[in-house]
């Protein structure tokens, strides 16, 4: 997305209206928006300041806004569970994603995070991300070209167990149901010292991937959780609201190491110490 202070034609825009009740479309000379509240001629918005009201035919009021990507995967067409903005933002963070790497997924889903990571690389940037089922590629395709970062991303259809085309990748976001199963195949993809990343919902899959790291030699290893509350923003009576976003899923992280660490004695300590191997007591 491009960042502007004035709306042009092509900019992905977000009008919210009364209740908060928000619609998300791109921004074309002669187009409209229509909805139970009237209509807004495109024209009519197209070089306004972001942030300005505006007012449908028959009187509406909506806030014209550039929409958030938290805005924008809420309100992805989608076929499977999307990922929450809240583990998005921190898996980012933990990979260390930026613009101009190369980035890898497997499990693209309907885009949610392919759209994080396409923005996160930047332009100059590579995503490569695996789907086993056309259909869902095809929707996460389409969700990618609405915000204008299809071009960003390769997309694969193919069954990982065969493993993957590319090597030296900086990260790597595993989105299956059963990721313990794949941990080699991604361990060929990434590079010495890569990222990696996973998200399940329960614990007993949780030990599974961890067995799975330590075999394959992945080293600092960790596994938490984000609960998100929000609070009632009224200043004379705040407190948090009623509902929150508790559990989601199970966070796993990790980076790929290379076994002749063990060869120098030296270091087999620290080695094993990273890894989490310790004596049975």
């Not at 960003?152 to 989105?175: M, Y």
Request: aromatic share 10%; proline share 5%.
């Amino acid at each position: 997305m491009n960042y502007s202070t004035i709306t042009r034609a092509g900019d992905l825009a977000q009008l919210v209206g009364l209740t908060h009740k928000h619609f998300i479309f791109i921004l074309q000379p002669g187009g409209e928006f229509q909805s139970h509240r009237g209509v807004v001629k495109h024209d009519d918005l197209i070089g306004k300041p972001w942030g300005s009201q505006v007012f449908s035919h028959t009187g509406a009021p909506f806030f014209l806004l550039q929409p958030s990507l938290a805005d924008i995967m809420n309100e992805l067409p989608r076929t499977t569970q999307i990922l929450y903005p809240k583990d998005i933002g921190y898996i980012l963070i933990q990979m260390g994603v930026s613009e101009g790497q190369t980035v890898m997924e497997a499990g693209t889903g309907s885009g949610s995070m392919t759209i994080a990571l396409a923005s996160a690389v930047g332009a100059t940037g590579r995503v490569i991300s695996y789907e086993q089922k056309s259909d869902v590629q095809n929707l996460a395709h389409k969700n990618l070209e609405r915000v204008g970062l299809a071009s960003r991303v390769d997309f694969k259809l193919r069954d990982i167990q065969e493993g993957f085309d590319e090597t030296e990748a900086d990260a790597f976001f595993l989105d299956v149901q059963n990721p313990f199963d794949y941990i080699p195949q991604v361990r060929n993809a990434l590079k010495p010292g890569g990222f990696f990343a996973t998200l399940i919902p329960t614990v007993n899959q949780v030990e599974k991937v961890l067995h799975a790291l330590r075999t394959h030699h992945f080293a600092f290893v960790e596994v938490c959780e984000l609960l998100l509350r929000y609070y009632k923003t009224n200043p004379s009576r705040l407190r948090p609201t009623d509902r929150m976003v508790a559990h989601t899923g199970f966070l796993i992280f990790a980076r790929k190491i290379e076994p002749s660490l063990f060869d120098d004695p030296r270091g087999a300590n620290l080695a094993r110490e990273i890894i989490g191997i310790e004596e049975e007591r």
